[in-house]
């Protein structure tokens, strides 16, 4: 299992290797142990730009997916691609949501990541359904894992 954070922007409360914990723990949780993901924490400027060139859509957004390639040579650890998390906007949503920031980047990192594993919430309301109800789950799997963590600290 090989996960990559990429941190481009700080933000206070949000700690790479946190994130790196979650991702492998998802990674684990879902059957892809052996899989690669990356993980980039951005700012508003860089998401917008991959936001316009990929999706065709201006300004930023929380959180994109992007699939990795299809094939696998053998003995190889499956890519599963890459989620974007920008930390600008995860801020401004954790503020209005009551949250804090890194419960937000926790939510993001498992949307996006539901995304890299084919959950689509605009194909249909049940598939948004279904996935919300992937999406709890996992958050919910992730607090209890990081309050048993912090116990034992």
């Given amino acids: 299992m090989s996960v990559e954070v990429l941190s481009r922007r700080r933000a206070r409360g949000v700690r790479v290797r946190e994130v790196r914990a979650a991702a492998r723990l998802l990674l ?5 142990a052996r899989s690669e ?4 924490l951005v700012g508003d400027r860089e998401m917008e730009l991959l936001h316009r ?3 065709g859509k201006e300004g930023p957004t929380d959180v994109l997916s992007f699939p ?3 094939g696998i040579a053998p003995g ?5 691609g890459d989620v974007v998390i920008s930390l600008d906007t995860a801020a401004r949503e954790a503020a209005e949501l009551g949250v804090p ?8 990192l498992v949307h996006g990541y539901l ?5 689509d919430h605009e194909k249909s309301p049940s598939e948004a ?3 919300k109800a992937r999406e709890e789950e996992l958050l919910s799997f992730l607090r209890r894992r990081t309050a048993k963590k912090s116990r034992k600290d």
């Avoid at 993901?37 to 980039?40: E, I, K, P, T």
């Avoid at 920031?101 to 993001?108: D, G, I, K, Q």
Wanted: aromatic content about 6%.
């Fill in 28 to 32: 684990e949780r879902t059957g892809h």
């Fill in 37 to 40: 993901l990356s993980v980039a």
């Fill in 53 to 55: 060139r990929y999706l």
């Fill in 68 to 70: 990795g390639p299809g």
């Fill in 76 to 80: 190889e650890a499956p890519l599963l």
């Fill in 101 to 108: 920031l890194a419960e937000r980047v926790r939510a993001l």
């Fill in 115 to 119: 995304h890299l594993l084919g959950y």
């Fill in 129 to 131: 359904r279904r996935m």
